[in-house]
T-cell receptor, first 115, second 114 residues
Framework: AQSVAQPEDQVNVAEGNPLTVKCTYSVSGNPYLFWYVQYPNRGLQFLLK??????LVKGSYGFEAEFNKSQTSFHLKKPSALVSDSALYFCAVRPPSGGSYIPTFGRGTSLIVHP | EPEVTQTPSHQVTQMGQEVILRCVPI?????FYWYRQILGQKVEFLVSFYNNEISEKSEIFDDQFSVERPDGSNFTLKIRSTKLEDSAMYFC????????????FGSGTQLSVL
């Protein structure tokens, strides 16, 4: 069965500093990996995905994520955080074939960017 | 960008009552999902729906739950006899048919069972 771990409930960072939100996964085969963001009173919004190709993928709002197969990780990064980046971030994984196509989500990491 | 719409945004009900949560997926999407998130916990998969039938469901989705797409536009989740532990945020999502395509989520219905 596939699973996702987001080891940090909360990440605090000062505006202008780089941020990292961690995600590790477990899945059979090569994974499809996603990051979603949830702003208050809104649904989850897609940020970026990795399916194949370059391990560094770029997404919305200046975010990027690096796929590391040996560490089974897909950490979300941004070089310079903004206060408006404060939100709940969810990592998700699904196998590419042969079983459930349903994305499995982590518990979410609350990112707080301080002015 | 197109949106998935969920109503109501908040629902308060008494234990044992039936509730229906409503969703309008994006019009040309083919796959529909319900997820829920209990406060402080993971976003949990409940059920997926494709071609007018359930394609997959989780252990959470027991006989008290049902889904329906009654008119080609709405997608509903019914809980027949609510329990306290059903209190959660329920998210509807939809997806087109391309491989690896992202899910589009609604803003959720906060269900409180008293």
């Amino acid at each position: 069965a596939q699973s996702v771990a987001q080891p940090e409930d909360q990440v605090n960072v000062a505006e202008g500093n780089p941020l990292t939100v961690k995600c590790t996964y477990s899945v059979s085969g090569n994974p499809y990996l996603f990051w979603y963001v949830q702003y208050p009173n809104r649904g989850l919004q897609f940020l970026l995905k990795y399916i194949t190709g370059d391990n560094l993928v770029k997404g919305s709002y200046g975010f990027e994520a690096e796929f590391n197969k040996s560490q089974t990780s897909f950490h979300l990064k941004k070089p310079s955080a903004l206060v408006s980046d404060s939100a709940l971030y969810f990592c998700a994984v699904r196998p590419p074939s042969g079983g459930s196509y349903i994305p499995t989500f982590g518990r979410g990491t609350s990112l707080i960017v301080h002015p | 960008e197109p949106e998935v719409t969920q109503t109501p945004s908040h629902q308060v009900t008494q234990m044992g009552q039936e509730v229906i949560l409503r969703c309008v997926p994006i019009s040309n999407h083919l796959y529909f999902y319900w997820y829920r998130q209990i406060l402080g916990q993971k976003v949990e998969f409940l059920v997926s729906f494709y071609n007018n039938e359930i394609s997959e469901k989780s252990e959470i989705f027991d006989d008290q739950f049902s889904v329906e797409r009654p008119d080609g536009s709405n997608f509903t989740l019914k809980i027949r006899s609510t329990k306290l532990e059903d209190s959660a945020m329920y998210f509807c999502a939809s997806k087109g048919d391309r491989v690896g395509e992202k899910l589009f989520f609604g803003s959720g219905t906060q269900l409180s069972v008293l």
